[in-house]
Nanobody, 115 residues
């Protein structure tokens, strides 16, 4: 069992920045892939960014160059640095961990981009 706790969401103006954090209860090294998903009202949940235990990253096109996923193994934490935020980035952001055949989710954190 892996518990995930997100933090760092909030209200930000367009063009601003936020950093989301996801604290895991287990060593990130033992988790195969960690990722950030988001779900906007009326839309399906989508994968925004992911990182493997080996450090390989992947991003959806709409956030490429603006978002950066990273890990701090000592703190068992995954981050999502978001810059140049746009209104369309508004969503609930969820942390996800995949270990072998199991999948775990955090409770989500709201990100609202609005002037």
């Amino acid at each position: 069992q892996v518990q995930l706790v997100e933090s760092g969401g909030g209200l930000v103006q367009p063009g601003g920045s936020l950093r989301l954090s996801c604290a895991a209860s287990a060593s990130i090294f033992s988790i195969g892939i960690m990722g950030w998903y988001r779900q906007a009202p009326g839309k399906q949940r989508e994968l925004v960014a992911s990182i493997t235990s080996g450090g390989r990253t992947n991003y959806i096109d709409s956030v490429q160059g603006r978002f950066t996923i990273s890990t701090d193994y000592a703190k068992k934490t995954v981050y999502l640095q978001m810059s140049n935020l746009k209104a369309e980035d508004t969503a609930v952001y969820y942390c996800n961990a995949k270990r072998l055949s199991l999948e775990y989710w955090g409770q989500g954190t709201q990100v609202t981009v609005s002037s």
